[in-house]
């Protein structure tokens, strides 16, 4: 009689041990799925980057004015995700140097824009930049390569 009392009591208690098991994984899977779903929305907000900060850069080479030679003036657009940010302009002379900032948004000048700062906010909307230096077979400022996004790309650049 105690041999059946205690038989009955250990599958009442081993039934009660499964149960509880079974109810802490549920609980387990409930939590581990919210945590996921938290993390999922925090990268889908953020993103990888922040879209305010400066992701392209285009940069244009030239001579602006005849008396100097050696693509001495330069345009660069520093531009966001969303194609927010500026042109920085750079005309130099023999004698004077001006350098004017012009506002870009949504990829188009806020102030009208010189031909040579259009193309850089193009070079940066598109990825590209113009080379510093003509390349060897290639007709002078022609030619494109990747905007530098790794060191290995940024060697491979001429030097600006």
Known sequence: MISLALSVL????????????????????????????????????????????????????????????????????LLNAAGDGLVLTSINGRSATRTYVKMVSGGNGVQSLSPEEEQSVRSARLGHMRPAVPTQGAPRNEGRVPTARTVADMRALPHL
């Open 10 to 77: 250990g599958l009442l208690a081993g039934g009660v041990g499964i149960t509880l098991a079974g109810a802490a994984r549920m609980r387990a899977e409930r939590i581990a799925a919210e945590n996921a779903e938290l993390i999922r929305d925090q990268f889908k907000g953020a993103g990888a980057a922040d879209p305010r900060a400066v992701r392209d850069v285009g940069v244009v080479r030239y001579d602006a004015l005849e008396e100097m030679a050696g693509q001495l003036s330069f345009s660069v657009a």
